[in-house]
């Protein structure tokens, strides 16, 4: 598939060279994949996960992934039976525990996968990682890729999170430039749609959600428990991030947004990226500022306003005090804008 496309055509301000994971001590435990599941076995391949893990770390200096292994203190609570919520390690991580393995969403900041893992063993009989999933490709979502590779983990994404992974590109509004992940920290698995996974316990439903702070955000449904997972879909006490440079934008989260609430009742246990779980309501207060915000942005593109004379305006005084500056958001929502406007005269959006 030919992926020029994605490139973006911005500047580069800062560039990083990307190591690759060819240590010695990875290469060994790449080789346990077809060892037994025997007790022994299992402590082996942990402990040479952890190895290669280390290595990572020392090596990499890629943009989002830490020089050396931090101690935090990553809290665990019970959302349901067998259904774990993880917070500390960079992002809200959801572990279904099951006979034949945990499965976990999303992986935390390369700084802390070693903890990350240790603590997440714990909640698996098995002590192994089943299957991972990635429901975006920046790393802090998708770090434990590395580790768990070296074992016979499921990774699972959207096929777009896997191009970005696999692909050169930049991310101006952080100024950053982002070179392939090592071809083993790659998902396996990908879809476009939908997708399931039986794990005996619950089937846990994957669905792609329409390009918002990405164009490969999916969303994690334990529909048995009802408990919903959105990553970072879902601000809480913040500004959504759109990261336009990898296809997302303002009109997505609109119809994202909708598209979690046409799945959630009032019920339903919704899972952000980051902060406390919420309920349908909070999805319904970002929808509406989203809309309220875009019909600020159709106003200033339509009375060719620059960016700094849209920012004079104020236009989300009504929601500062709740989200903080939110100058980077309007920036990401005013660039992202830019890729789809149909006809700037009446400033129709597609």
């Known amino acids: 598939m030919n992926v020029d496309y994605r490139h ?31 007790q022994s076995s299992l402590r082996r391949r942990k402990l040479l996960q952890l190895t290669a893990l280390g290595a990572v770390l020392e090596t990499s200096p890629l943009p989002g992934f830490a020089q050396a292994a931090q101690a935090i203190n990553i809290e665990i609570r ?5 259904l774990f919520l993880l917070t ?19 992986g935390g900041s390369a700084e802390f996968s070693e903890q990350l893992f240790n603590e997440a063993s714990t909640l698996s009989t098995t002590g192994t990682i089943k299957t991972l999933i990635n429901t975006n490709w920046r790393h802090e979502h998708s770090a434990l ?23 050169t590109f930049t991310v101006d509004w952080e100024n950053r ?23 005996g316990i619950e089937t846990v439903e994957l ?25 970072d879909l879902l601000a809480v006490n913040s500004w959504p991030v759109i990261d336009y440079s990898t296809g997302g934008w303002i009109g997505g989260m609109l119809d994202a947004s909708e598209a979690i609430l046409a799945l959630a009742d009032e019920q339903t246990l919704i899972i952000p990226a980051n902060g406390e ?45 709740d989200r903080g500056d939110p100058e980077l958001f309007l920036l990401q929502v005013w660039k992202g804008l830019v890729n789809h406007i149909r006809y700037t005269r009446d400033v129709y959006f597609v």
């Not at 019970?78 to 067998?82: F, P």
């Open 8 to 38: 973006i055509s911005l500047p580069v301000i800062m560039t990083f060279l990307f190591l690759k994971y060819q240590h010695p001590t990875m290469a060994l435990s790449l080789s346990t994949r077809h060892r037994t599941s025997s």
């Open 145 to 167: 890729n590395e580790i768990v590779s070296s074992t016979l983990t499921e990774i699972i994404a959207h096929e777009n999170t896997r191009l970005w992974m696999s692909n």
């Open 277 to 321: 779980p919420q309920r349908r309501s909070a999805v319904i207060a970002q929808r509406d500022m989203c809309q309220d915000i875009l019909a600020k942005v159709e106003i200033a593109y339509s009375e060719a306003k620059s960016f700094e004379e849209f920012l004079t305006t104020n236009p989300t005084q009504a929601y500062n005090a």
């Open 88 to 106: 500390g390690a960079g992002t809200n991580i959801v572990a279904l525990s099951t006979p034949e393995g945990l499965l976990l969403t999303d």
């Open 78 to 82: 019970t959302l349901a039976e067998n």
């Open 207 to 231: 669905g792609v959600l329409p390009r918002a702070h990405t164009d490969g955000d999916i969303y994690v449904f334990f529909r048995s428990a009802n408990i919903l997972v959105v990553s």
């Open 177 to 199: 430039h982002y070179t392939p992940r090592p071809e083993h920290a790659l998902p396996t698995r990908t879809f476009y749609e939908t997708d399931a996974i039986e794990t």
